[in-house]
T-cell receptor
């Protein structure tokens, strides 16, 4: 089952904040976040493995609410380099821990303008 | 040094032809994947190999056949290409299952004329 991402697209001015949400209808074991710039490969940002876990990378952080079966990606004080499409990928609990199947959402296109 | 490399980067061919895409990773990972990204940017897993063994084979036509000669290589052969096969195909690798980060190759853009 494909996770649902929202919003589908967002436009920010440099320095503004954004939140991207990822929700699943199935119980989750882990959530991955990737960023893909136009014409390039997806690049790993972070994995969240436990309910309530929060991780951060510079001004990009994420949380995982296992109970609500959702994760959120927080982009703080956005920079031009943050532009791209953000994908969440989920690993369902019924696939088992350490399974080999990651299901990606449709992506959120983020555009940061000067 | 390129971690996950795919060849070719672009592939333009006619309907009905057979083509192969090669993937190699030098990260020492034991799991490799093939993904298809369509024109709407939807990234969908096709196959997953762990230690040269097929683990996941999603609903993919029989015309697609992956082969993993060793842990560092995963190739994709496509027979009788169809217009709907046009997409970007990404190879990825990870150490272990999906609880680990996946590293993607630069992709192969396949265009069917």
């Amino acid at each position: 089952q494909q996770p649902v991402q929202s919003p589908q697209a967002v436009i920010l001015r440099e320095g503004e904040d954004a939140v991207i949400n990822c929700s699943s209808s199935k119980a989750l074991y882990s959530v991955h976040w990737y960023r893909q710039k136009h014409g390039e490969a997806p690049v790993f940002l972070m994995i969240l493995l436990k309910g309530g876990e929060q991780k951060g990378h510079e001004k990009i952080s994420a949380s995982f609410n296992e109970k609500k079966q959702q994760s959120s990606l927080y982009l703080t004080a956005s920079q031009l380099s943050y532009s791209g499409t953000y994908f969440c990928g989920t690993e369902n609990k019924d696939s088992g821990a350490g399974s080999y199947q990651l299901t990606f959402g449709k992506g959120t296109k983020l555009s940061v303008i000067p | 040094d390129t971690a996950v490399s795919q060849t070719p980067k672009y592939l333009v061919t006619q309907m009905g032809n057979d083509k192969s895409i090669k993937c190699e990773q030098n990260l020492g990972h034991d799991t490799m994947y093939w993904y298809k990204q369509d024109s709407k940017k939807f990234l969908k897993i096709m196959f997953s190999y762990n230690n040269k063994e097929l683990i996941i084979n999603e609903t993919v036509p029989n015309r697609f056949s992956p082969k993993s000669p060793d842990k560092a290589h995963l190739n994709l052969h496509i027979n009788s290409l169809e217009l709907g096969d046009s997409a970007v195909y990404f190879c990825a690798s990870s150490q272990g299952g999906t609880s680990q980060p996946q590293h993607f190759g630069d992709g192969t853009r396949l265009s069917i004329l």
